[in-house]
């Protein structure tokens, strides 16, 4: 199946890993050099609706896309650990 890189901004991201969405592509990183495809970028999630900006955006490697389909592309991708703060007074004070 031949896709185009336009056509690959309406495909939604999806981990074969745990089943979670990632979001849609927004951009793709080609090596101008040997005309390879090296990776998709999909936006961050927005932080509170947008208001404070967005997570870092993620970037899947070419080798990690497992399926590219019509509607979804497919991939084997873990995504970084989210260090939360720690629990403070209140939360020693309501278990």
Request: hydrophobic share 40%.
């Amino acid at each position: 199946m031949a896709c185009r890189i336009v056509e690959m901004r309406n495909k939604e991201v999806i981990c074969i890993k745990d089943g979670t969405r990632l979001g849609c592509v927004c951009d793709v990183e080609i090596d101008t050099c040997c005309g390879k495809v090296l990776s998709i970028v999909v936006f961050g999630r927005p932080k509170l609706w947008g208001i404070l900006g967005r997570e870092d955006d993620i970037i899947i490697a070419w080798n990690c896309i497992e399926v590219i389909g019509d509607d979804t592309i497919l991939v084997s991708y873990t995504l970084p650990r989210i260090h939360h703060r720690k629990k403070g007074f209140f939360h020693k004070l309501f278990k």
